[in-house]
Structures are given as structure tokens and as C-alpha cells.
């Protein structure tokens, strides 16, 4: 059925960086795209980040877009996303998903790790 | 952007009622259209993807509907797991967006 685990959250200053990682187990890491969805205190959903199965594709979300990137190690079945220049409001729990792609698209997200937390703080 | 307004915001049931959630996307959704179920504290669950094919292990009593703009997601004779709040998601162009939730509780 496959499994996702993230890790790399933590208390970090505003304007620091900090990278999270997506590990990836019990399915074909290749024939996937991998979202970043990310859920403030108390707040819904936001998506932040995609990456294509093979690479090719990487979407940004608007609050995002110049300050994260997106990354894939399909030796090490692990995405990464890097976090730079952080703000108070990137504050939230940071969920990966896989997504089926083919070649034209990638799809929703249908299986979810249990998330990490990033606290963004003075 | 395509926005995605959900209705209502939360709403009060029993066991064993019928649950109707709307969501509507300020454009044309091609069917790209996922449902998610989330419960406090843990991590969302995917429900329906394409409007409404229900992913695998997902009871029958959920069903999703609808085309275009509009979409419903049912939830027939709800169980007491059932009590959560429940998103939608486009996927159909970038960046992908959320509905604002629906809590579903006593």
C-alpha cells in the first residue's frame, strides 16, 4: 500500500532556513509525484508544492513561490523540501502525499504521511 | 487562482443521518475534483478523486457527485468515525487549491 514519512521540523527564526524530508516506502517511488500540503494552526488546508514522478514538473504555491524548492532522490526514495527565507506565517504542520503522474498530469493526493511540525519564531 | 468555496462551515448530525456537503469552484473543474476526510490531530485521508470514485478501502457510503463548478459529497447513514471535517480540493490547474472545510459533528 506504501508509506510516507516526513521529518526535518522544528523551532527555527524568522529569515532561517530549514529542510524537510519526505522518506518513501511500499511502492514504485518512480510512478509518483509527491505533494507538500501544509495546515496552519487551527486553520484548513493549503498546498504549497509538487513534484512530478520523474522530476520534470515542480509547481510552487503563491506564498511559496522564490523561497521553497522542491527536490527528489530516487536513489534514496526521498523528497525534500527546502525552506528558505522563513516567515512567522510558514508556521504549520507539513504534510507529504503521493500523487499518480502520467505524462501529461500529476493527480490529487492519495496517500498521506502524518505530517511534521515547523514552528517559525522569535 | 481557482477558488473553492465550501458549504456549510460545520453542521450538527446524528448516527445514522444523511450528511450533503457542497463545494464550488469559481471555475470550470474539468471533474478534477478530491475529497479528504481529517480528524483532530491526525493527518487528512483521501476519500473520492474525480468528483466521485470513491478510493480504495473507502466505505460505500460515502459518494461524491457533480461536474464543472458544483459538487456534493453524501455520507449515508453516518457512523460515529465519521465525525471530522471534510475538505475538497481541485486539482485540475495550478496552484492547487482547498476548499475552507466542513466540520461534521454531534
Known amino acids: 500500500q506504501g508509506h510516507l514519512v516526513e521529518s526535518g521540523g522544528g523551532v527555527v527564526q524568522p529569515g532561517r532556513s530549514l529542510r524537510l524530508s519526505c522518506a518513501v516506502s511500499?511502492?514504485?517511488?518512480?510512478?509518483?509525484?509527491i505533494h507538500w500540503v501544509r495546515q496552519a494552526p487551527g486553520k484548513g488546508l493549503e498546498w504549497v508544492t509538487l513534484i512530478s514522478n520523474d522530476g520534470t514538473k515542480k509547481k510552487y504555491g503563491d506564498s511559496v513561490k522564490g523561497r521553497f524548492t522542491i527536490s527528489r532522490d530516487d536513489s534514496e526514495n526521498t523528497v525534500s523540501l527546502q525552506m528558505d527565507s522563513l516567515r512567522v506565517e510558514d508556521t504549520a504542520v507539513y504534510y507529504c502525499?503521493?500523487?499518480?503522474?502520467?505524462?501529461?498530469?500529476?493527480?490529487?493526493?492519495?496517500?498521506w504521511g502524518q505530517g511534521t511540525r515547523v514552528i517559525v519564531s522569535s | 487562482d481557482i477558488q473553492m468555496t465550501q458549504s456549510p462551515s460545520s453542521l450538527s448530525a446524528s448516527v445514522g443521518d444523511r450528511v450533503t456537503i457542497t463545494c464550488r469552484a469559481s471555475?470550470?473543474?474539468?471533474?478534477?475534483l478530491a475529497w479528504f476526510q481529517q480528524k483532530p490531530g491526525k493527518a487528512p485521508k483521501s476519500l473520492i478523486f474525480a468528483a466521485s470514485r470513491l478510493q480504495s478501502g473507502v466505505p460505500s457510503r460515502f459518494s461524491g457527485s457533480g461536474s464543472g463548478t458544483d459538487f456534493t459529497l453524501t455520507i449515508t447513514t453516518l457512523q460515529p468515525e465519521d465525525f471530522a471535517t471534510y475538505y475538497c480540493?481541485?486539482?485540475?490547474?495550478?496552484?492547487?487549491?482547498f476548499g475552507g472545510g466542513t466540520k461534521v459533528d454531534i
Open positions: 502525499a503521493r500523487a499518480w503522474c502520467n505524462d501529461n498530469r500529476c493527480y490529487e493526493p492519495n496517500l
Open positions: 511500499g511502492f514504485t517511488f518512480t510512478t509518483y509525484g
Open positions: 471555475q470550470d473543474t474539468n471533474g478534477f
Open positions: 480540493q481541485q486539482y485540475n490547474a495550478y496552484p492547487l487549491t
